[in-house]
């Protein structure tokens, strides 16, 4: 007998038994919230809130993806091109055909309509001053100036169309004006390509003309005032927020400060059609000049039949078509042709409008060309004629789709958005108000 080991069993089961029934105290665990995390799109609103077809804006959200292969985009039920995406901004291209209403967005298999519509304008074109000028400036006050038809006088036209010529005193012979532009005080300033200057009247100055820069020779120097010299003569003129005035001059850039400093911004004087720094880059021969809020310089390469950029860090590009191919191509960048780039203007929205032309005694095209901010090519106004017998010598008014436009050549937006256009072939000033 083992009695022992059985005791010793029992024992251990008790112990066992009563080992699985001794409660346990509960844990209490501290309640946490949770915050729940959504990747789910949201629209916020369009920047601008309108615009004009194959023009380019920015839809605002947030939760975008980056990869643009996972966005669509349609304005009602027409396709959009997507151009780029961050998480908080697509960047996107009004269709031709758009119409005004909602856009519908979808991202990552989540389709949203938005709320609020898309307004898509159009534009009506209006005589605002019969009278000629070339290139065209405006102040904060809504008046028009340009040179008259004999490029030796300023011409300027009120907000009511009331025109006063000449501007300038008759004290100071002027020769060949080739561009205006006035800062926000009213100081008028002109390029007078003829005399290798830059002229300024004052405001309240009764119309006296003094030189700001330029020493009346042909020659090439970087200077101040009256030892500054400009080698073809200033032709085209704009001016920066900081009131800097900006002209080309043959194969270069010049900048001109109101203390009548010159500096060259880019350009070696060489001709030829070379990007990249400002300093070693070449031009063919340049006519327009514009300049946008941030700095950025544009011109036309009209040798090259090309529109070039100058960046405030002073890097060049070639922002629209191809060296040495002329046309009215419209399209992507260096897809798109221009024949005769002259005139220019940039809106506020980043817009670049251009006044390009064709004159043969075989073929004759005036057309206003647009670079939207992602550098697509497309035509506002077109007219074209198969001889110069047949070209009008008078514009027809209205909406884009039906008026002419008849040899333009400078361009300059107001304060209020709307856009003038010297009609030189008519000899009248034009208005366009998109709305």
């Not at 304008?121 to 209006?126: A, C, E, P, R, Y």
């Not at 009256?226 to 009131?243: K, R, S």
């Amino acid at each position: 007998m083992r009695p022992n080991l059985r005791l010793t069993a029992l024992f251990a089961a008790t112990v066992v038994a009563i080992s699985s029934c001794t409660k346990t105290p509960d844990t209490i665990v501290p309640y946490t919230a949770v915050s729940v995390v959504t990747n789910t799109p949201i629209f916020t609103a369009f920047s601008p809130a309108k615009g004009l077809p194959n023009s380019a804006i920015s839809i605002l959200g947030t939760n975008f993806p980056t990869d643009i292969t996972k966005i669509t985009v349609a304005f009602g039920s027409v396709p959009a091109t997507v151009y780029s995406a961050t998480a908080t901004e697509i960047v996107v291209g009004v269709p031709a055909t758009a119409k005004t209403g909602a856009v519908v967005l979808t991202v990552n298999g989540t389709t949203i309509t938005t709320p609020n519509s898309f307004t898509v304008v159009g534009g009506t074109q209006s005589t605002f001053g019969a009278t000629y000028m070339e290139h065209v400036a405006t102040d904060v006050g809504g008046y028009i100036y340009g040179e008259s038809a004999t490029l030796i006088n300023v011409t300027r036209i009120s907000p009511l169309g009331v025109i006063v010529s000449p501007l300038n005193s008759a004290a100071t012979v002027l020769k060949q004006i080739w561009g205006t532009a006035v800062d926000a005080a009213g100081n008028v300033y002109l390029a007078e390509r003829g005399s290798k200057r830059i002229d300024k009247i004052a405001a309240g100055s009764g119309g006296t003309v003094t030189v700001l820069a330029g020493s009346g020779t042909a020659a090439y120097t970087d200077a101040t005032g009256a030892a500054a010299q400009f080698l073809t003569g200033p032709t085209g003129l704009c001016i920066d927020v900081a009131g800097n005035l900006y002209t080309t001059d043959g194969l270069r850039v010049r900048k001109i400060t109101p203390a009548g400093v010159v500096t060259t911004v880019a350009g070696t004087g060489v001709a030829g059609n070379v990007d990249g720094p400002a300093a070693t880059a070449q031009f063919g021969g340049l006519e327009g000049i514009a300049v946008d809020g941030a700095g950025n310089i544009y011109v036309d390469d009209t040798f090259n039949k090309t529109i070039r950029k100058i960046t405030a860090a002073g890097v060049v590009s070639t922002i629209a078509g191809t060296a040495g191919t002329a046309g009215f191509a419209d399209g992507q960048s260096t897809a798109a042709t221009f024949y005769g780039p002259q005139g220019m203007a940039v809106d506020q929205f980043g817009n670049i409008f251009i006044s390009d032309n064709q004159y043969t005694p075989t073929s004759v095209v005036y057309a206003i060309r647009m670079i939207n901010k992602v550098g697509l090519v497309s035509t506002l106004m077109k007219n074209t004629y198969a001889t110069q017998a047949l070209a009008p010598v008078t514009i027809t008014n209205g909406a884009l789709g039906t008026a002419t436009t008849n040899f333009p050549d400078g361009i300059a937006f107001d304060t209020s958005g709307y856009m003038y256009v010297a009609n030189t072939g008519a000899g009248v000033v034009s208005r366009i108000i998109f709305q």
